[in-house]
């Protein structure tokens, strides 16, 4: 797929998606209204050597790096049991000495002899107090660490820069940051289940699906257009459908070893678009000057009575089946752009044994000979053996495939049915295609 079809699958899943990032949105909004909030207070602690006066730069250097070398130390002692149990006990805390461990974190600042203490508690008056707390008790257990052997005093010094503020807004829950978390959570799976619900359809989205789903060549593509199902007349004859159907054209007159006269047009299922093909093709090849019928043996669904608006009375396929003689063409309907209609007559209980008969081939053999080309309409493969049975009758098949309706799977069927009885398939023609996606193939296409 390329980026066109992904937008396309994006469009027509923005409902799925849109649902999942408002769910999104709402749990993330839920945990921030429910969550306890958390306030992180920190203080920071400079640790230094006490140097004499007389020291050379070199000396207070030395003292400077001495006293960064320990702060990893202090850090490290912050949270011990020798200094958080002075805590506890001054600040009357119930809780035991892991439990405060785990609202305390202490580093090292990089390149310096200072470390923060930093706490988080769900009260931020406390999480100051504590983190003041623990600083004090810190400098108290180093001095006493620290101390000479004579008992003399500690040349370490630790001291607090400043008092410890009380946090005003909470760490969590964070209201933007849920929201965003939450939205892009949402979007991901509306995405993923929009791209999960299309690899699992097996409906062709564009001529490519054809190509690489089944082993049929896509003979043309036509974009959608509604005009063309309310009647071939209503085309825009400068238009990309126009344009298609002549591409149509002209390989089904030019591109095959030998000019197929009788073209059964069929379909996989109901709703592919196969009688709009025939409507657009017939009207076409009947721009070069050159004789079209249009035989409706959709016995079960007509349609080409009302796409071609035959007259009341004209010759039906049920008559001339029934019939000793074939009528003179002038007594056949025929549609202003030059197109002969034999609409279906009134159907059957069973099509197939109308369709199947000797009479069926008599009156289409001398069909072909009347006409320059006969183009028969007839119905889907997968519902009715009426198809298989007139693709016997006729010189080459044609096999329309709509898009966001055919499934490859019922394409690679409907061919193997068809095949099954050597019926000559010339191909796919997709119809309802996205706009821009031309076909894959250009005319001189072999017979499948």
């Not at 990893?72 to 035991?96: F, K, Q, W």
């Not at 196969?274 to 657009?280: E, I, P």
């Not at 071609?308 to 008559?319: D, H, N, S, Y």
């Not at 289409?364 to 997968?382: E, G, I, T, W, Y």
């Amino acid at each position: 797929m390329g980026l066109r079809e992904y937008g396309r699958l994006l469009r027509k899943g923005w409902l799925t998606i849109s649902i999942f990032v408002a769910v999104g949105l709402a749990a993330a909004a839920a945990v921030t209204v429910t969550a306890v909030p958390e306030y992180r207070a920190q203080t920071t602690v400079l640790v230094s050597l006490t140097t004499a006066s007389s020291q050379s730069t070199a000396e207070v250097g030395a003292s400077f790096q001495s006293a960064e070398a320990r702060v990893p130390s202090y850090v490290a002692l912050a949270t011990s049991a020798s200094v958080l149990e002075p805590v506890i006990s001054r600040l009357g805390l119930d809780m035991s000495v892991s439990e405060l461990a785990s609202e305390i974190t202490a580093a090292p600042m990089p390149n310096t002899a200072i470390m923060t203490i930093d706490v988080v508690d769900s009260d931020g008056e406390r999480a100051a107090q504590i983190a003041d707390t623990v600083a004090a008790s810190l400098t108290q257990y180093v001095r006493d660490l620290e101390g000479t052997s004579d008992g003399g005093p500690s040349r370490v010094n630790l001291r607090l820069l400043e008092s410890t503020p009380v946090p005003a807004d909470p760490l969590t829950p964070d209201l933007p940051v849920y929201l965003l978390i939450g939205g892009a959570t949402g979007l991901i799976i509306g995405i993923g289940i929009v791209a999960l619900r299309h690899l699992r359809d097996g409906r062709i989205r564009s001529a490519a699906d054809v190509a690489a789903g089944t082993d049929m060549t896509v003979v043309e593509s036509l974009p959608y257009d509604p005009a063309l199902r309310k009647g071939p007349e209503l085309v825009d004859e400068d238009g990309a459908v126009a344009e298609s159907l002549r591409m149509l054209r002209t390989t089904l007159l030019y591109g095959t070893p030998s000019v197929p006269r009788v073209v059964l047009v069929t379909s996989a299922r109901d709703g592919d678009g196969k009688s709009v093909v025939v409507a657009g093709l017939a009207s076409s090849i009947a721009q070069l000057g050159r004789s079209v019928l249009v035989v409706d043996a959709n016995l079960r669904s007509p349609a080409m009575g009302d796409v071609f608006r035959t007259p009341r009375g004209a010759p039906t396929l049920v008559q001339l089946l029934g019939s000793p003689a074939l009528p003179a063409v002038n007594l056949l309907a025929r549609t202003a752009e030059g197109v002969t209609v034999i609409p279906a007559g009134r159907t059957t209980n069973n099509p197939s044994n109308l369709v199947g008969t000797p009479a069926m081939e008599q009156l289409l053999s001398q069909l072909a000979k009347r006409f320059d080309h006969v183009l028969v309409d007839s119905p889907a493969v997968l519902t009715a053996t009426d198809s298989v049975l007139l693709s016997k009758l006729a010189d080459a098949t044609l096999l329309v495939a709509g898009v966001g309706v055919s499934a490859t799977a019922d394409l690679t069927t409907a061919a193997e049915r068809l095949r099954a009885v050597r019926s000559g398939v010339l191909g796919v023609v997709v119809t309802r295609a996205p706009k821009g996606s031309p076909a894959p193939t250009a005319p001189g296409v072999p017979f499948a």
